[in-house]
């Protein structure tokens, strides 16, 4: 079964650049949603993380904020 992730960013964020890049070099599909785009998926966001800060990514439920490298 493939991994289930979903990504919160917002635009400009090197963190999540550097995220979606290592994502994509590991070939691990995901969901990406923009924390700009949308005040529901802000607040989704702020919700799993207890903090305004992107990336947020969550990985089969678990929850990670930020990007320090694989």
């Known amino acids: 079964m493939a991994e289930e ?10 963190y999540c ?7 994509n070099n590991r070939g691990v599909a995901y969901t990406e949603h923009d924390v700009t ?6 607040a989704e966001a702020f919700s ?4 305004a800060a992107v990336p947020v990514i969550v ?6 904020v930020g990007f320090g490298g694989s």
């Open 5 to 14: 992730v979903v990504i919160y960013t917002k635009p400009g964020c090197p």
């Open 17 to 23: 650049a550097a995220a979606k890049e290592d994502l």
């Open 37 to 42: 785009a949308d005040p529901v998926v802000k």
């Open 48 to 51: 799993l993380a207890g903090q």
């Open 59 to 64: 990985n089969k439920g678990e929850v990670s």
